[in-house]
């Protein structure tokens, strides 16, 4: 079945340390993103990429570092910078941008990440 | 700048009853409205949208949603809930091309 894979789905960090989320998807999108979810406060969107090697600073960029040099491949690394990192991740791809009826995100199961 | 308003944090209905999950948009220009739903631990699941056309949609899991223009709002409804639908819903608005924005989401308890 198509989807998009995320992990590990559990990650418990040392303060100081960069931490690698991994996202991949098997449904031939285009446009992938990465979302912190926060209790009560929604999703934010901190990296999206339209097309393979190019990636875009999403709302909460500072911190974060993405890559995308494959088309079904978007890690996330949370970087030492990041002031406060621990929060629940989710990865979503659409078929890409612009395009009328098709700007539904799948989502993965999310990786929770917490801070020791 | 777009934005998502989903005024209540949590909304209790008894099963059997109508519910209703609220949600108000600001844009410029015409919106793209969607409703996901998603269960503890887990992603974000779509349920429905709103693009062009009829003001009333239909979605999966019996749930309905209605856009208002005027009152710019795109509430989400269901004749008969369920206890099984207990979950934290979230509106998003999708300006064309742009990136999607959303509400702060709403937590919806069904009491059997």
């Known amino acids: 079945d198509g989807g998009i894979t995320q992990s590990p789905k559990y990650l418990f960090r040392k303060e100081g340390q960069n931490v690698t989320l991994s996202c991949e998807q098997n449904l031939n999108h285009d446009a992938m993103y990465w979302y912190r979810q926060d209790p009560g406060q929604g999703l934010r969107l901190i990296y999206y990429s339209q097309i393979v090697n190019d990636f875009q600073k999403g709302d909460i960029a500072e911190g974060y570092s993405v890559s995308r040099e494959k088309k079904e491949s978007f890690p996330l ?40 | ?79 008969s809930a369920l206890v099984s639908d207990s979950a934290l819903y979230f509106c998003a608005v999708l300006v064309r091309g742009g990136k999607s924005t959303f509400g702060d989401g709403t937590t919806l308890t069904v009491k059997p």
């Open chain 1, 77 to 116: 690394t949370v970087t030492s910078a990041q002031k406060n990192p621990t929060a629940f991740y989710l990865c979503a791809s659409t078929p890409g941008q612009g395009v009328t009826g098709a700007n539904v995100l799948t989502f993965g199961a999310g990786s929770r990440l917490t801070v020791l």
């Open chain 2, 1 to 79: 700048a777009q934005s998502v308003a989903q005024p209540e944090d949590q909304v209790n209905v008894a099963e059997g009853n109508p519910l209703t999950v609220k949600c108000t948009y600001s844009v410029s220009g015409n919106p793209y409205l969607f409703w996901y739903v998603q269960y503890p631990n887990r992603g974000l699941q779509f349920l429905l949208k709103y693009i062009t056309g009829d003001n009333l949609v239909k979605g999966s899991y019996g749930f309905e949603a209605e856009f208002n223009k005027s009152q710019t709002s795109f509430h989400l409804k269901k004749p």
